[in-house]
């Protein structure tokens, strides 16, 4: 792209070299009708450091170094950062062939070197010095001079090869130094001018003549002489000999100070002053330009001029830094050159150039712009016709007599006059409402009358032989015919979408080479005789664009065709083989200024074009539209990764001495799995309008669309090799060759190498564990099978043992349960035992009482003896001795040993008490044992007293409970 854009306009310049003649094109060299440059002006508050600025250089990717006040600033065209260098003055800055920057400040100097990551590390020379050699106040300039480091201070010269440092006094103390062809020129106060040669400091032949005059620049001037310049005294030129530069005509006061000078590599010179801004001269004194702050510089104290690789003219200033694109073929001439408004006419008119703006009408001669008095409003169109220069203006018609306006026709809304064809004397004229009609008569251009059968806006029209075509804003395309005297419409005809035409608005009609043009807001069209309707012009079209809107063409005199679309301007420009090829990429740059309402552009001619713009005029010199051979580069100016935590890989800086697009390789553990990419591309002439674009490979699929966004950032990327390119177009749609960063993403620790070969060994002990499961299972199955028919079998033997079992079961069952029929009986038996006792024992008792009641009675002494006996048979019959064997032998039965289990347990227990505790257990309340036991209730609770202690129970025991659960 790059190589057919330069064939392109190299073809350009060809044809213009062949189509001028030389004479011609000095002439129009020495012409000197422009505006004034482009200006971007830098405060403190945009790069964010101090406001004085002392020294610029620019390094290998073309990023711009600042020596500040606060310290070094670099400018990658997208960011400023700051370098603070111990805190100090920052006074000079280089940029050595080894490619580290050399920077001196206040009592300090040493060099800025980048490690691997980009970072730039500062190391100082100035330290190391030994202590009679360390004390001096700033380092205002450096050198370099075959691979040897020069930095100047007002105390010494320093010499720095790469290991050590040398110290170099002269007699007395030194002002600045200055490098011409490898060689060192130091002023040394009280003497002069010095050449430094071998650690001396030799007065050069008439050095002394600049004793008493401080020099601010040296350089070369030709091959013979020397230019230099002094503060307060004006220049010189110097071969041995010593002469004063002259400065041509009177702008140059010597009370400007000269502050820095330099040779411009077009050979002319730039003067920064101290008081008076900037002036660019040539090489035999005139003034070519001057920039102040009338003229949009934002200080007048000029310490430094840099021109960078785009020819672009730094200016570090006392306050803030400027760029002036002094090579731009564009220029603006606008409210700092006098003139006001927007543009939207102009004429050349030999020494003289009329300028139309809405507010009035202007006139520039000798590089100074006044305005016409009483032509003030609106001017639509200035044309020269018959030697006279008419003026359309929204108050009327007026002609010029050189600076002086006549109106000619009080009709407001004038728009412009076209010639009759086969009329010479007759002019019609378009207005807003309608037609006029105008006679020569002689010199003087009158007014005749108002054309009749028409009344309809006429600002774009054209005639076509007998025809007069007529665009309308929003109607469409008016053919009109007229009378023989021409003073009334006798055909119209109104073509509008119904005619060819895409819409009835925003239609244009042009004459270029002789030959009619129309536009719509869908492309080009001509005009089709035989169809009488409007048809597509396929050469236009495809030249530019099917959909394109053009609002104004005009032809120079070689067939350059300007024109200006609704979201474009550009230039068809025709080629040897009868082919025509488009620009439009140069007029980016002033795609946003140009006046959007009545849209304009006037040739004046070959080499001066006029744009009307928002405000004023842009001025276009085909002449320096040379594409630039210093092609942009894209850096990255930080990369990083983001995960588990931040971490910077690259800070911009490695490759400050190349030219080669940067490529890079990292590894990034998966932890680190977010990147981000900073990127900028140093063409400051595109300021703000470079674009970019960025790929991923094996991510991204394709090119990212162009935008304005510096910063790309990936988030969870997997693992795998990725390669990030990405690269960016300037304004005038240049591309630049991409820079690459390569770099990998190791996998989680569960899907690396070790992982995968673990999860391979895993999956074939797996499979052998799967084939020896299988194979088990296969073996269980043939096992389960015979298994099941020894199950079958042993079904078969359990069914019949269970039915023995059962049987037997059944057996025991029914023992049990006669068993416990039998227990049962026996229980009932000891019960009702125990209740006859109980009953016999009452009923003998009450005989017992009755008796005794009886032999109180002393009847008888027989008789009571008798009763004596027989209380005693019944005390002996309710002892029960033989009785109670019987009883405890059958409770034992009943109760498992219960009687034999406590006399063995505890032999204490006396045989009443394990009686006792035996109809305890039998749950006789105590009246009933009372009663079996032939004693009183007291005596059975004494009792029960003495079985507890006997049974050592506590308190909260249960006698009966205790005795049931023995």
Sequence with gaps: MKTRYLLCWLSVVLLFLGTCPIAVLMAQNQDNFKGLPFITNYGPERYKAGIQNWDIIQDGRGALFVANNLGLLEFDGENWNRYGLNNTKVRSVLLGSDGNIYVGSQADFGFLSSDAKGKLIYTSLADSLPAATRGFDETWKIFEIEGDIYFCTFERIYVYDGRETGAFEAENRLEISFKVDNLLYSYVVDQGLTLFNDGKFELVQNGDFFKDKRISSIMKYDNQQLMITTFEHGAFLYNGTVKPFQFKGDFWRNEFLINHATRLRNGNIAIGTQNAGLFIISKEGNRLLHLSKEEGLQDLTINYIYEDNYDGLWLAKNNGLSRVDLNSPFTFIDDRMGISGAGYTALKSEELVYLGTNNGLFVWENDQIEPIKGIDGQVYNIQRIKGRILVGHNNGTYYLDGKTAVKIHDENGAWLFRSIPGESNLLIQGTYTGLNLFEWSGSDLLFKQKIEGFGESSRVMEFDGEYLWVAHGYKGIFKLKFSPDYTQVTESKLYNNQDGLPTNVLNNVFKISNQLLFTANAGFYDYSVDQDRFVPNDEYNELIDPGAMLVDMEADEVGNVYFIEQNMLGLIKPQPNHQQIVHTAPFNKIRRLWNDDLANIMVLDNQHILIGGKQGFIHYSPQLDIPQEVETQILFSEISSQGVQDSILFLGNKFSSTKSAPNFETVLDYAQNSISFEYAAPHFESEEEVTYQFKLENYDVDWSPWSLENRKEYTNLREGEYSFQVRARDIFERETEPATFTFEIKPPIYRSFFAYVFYTLGGGFLLFLGFRWLDKRHQQAQSKLKEEQDRVLEIKDNEIETITQRTEEEIIQLKNEKLQNEIEHKNQELTSSAMHLIQKNQLLNTIKSTLKNLSKDE????????????????????????????????????????????????????????????????????????????????????????????????????????????
Excluded: C
């Design 859 to 966: 009847r008888t002494k027989q008789i009571n003896t008798q009763l004596g006996k027989l209380i005693k048979s019944i005390d002996k019959d309710l002892d029960g001795g033989g009785e109670w064997s019987q009883f405890s032998e059958n409770f034992d039965q009943v109760h498992g040993n219960f009687i034999t289990r406590l006399k063995e347990k505890y032999p204490d227990l006396t045989p009443q008490e394990i009686k006792f505790s035996a109809y305890i257990r039998m749950n006789l309340n105590t009246k009933e044992i009372a009663n079996l036991l032939g004693i009183s209730v007291r005596g059975v609770e004494i009792g029960r007293y003495r079985v507890r202690k006997k049974l050592k129970l506590e308190r909260k025991d249960n006698l009966s409970d205790f005795l049931l659960r023995f």
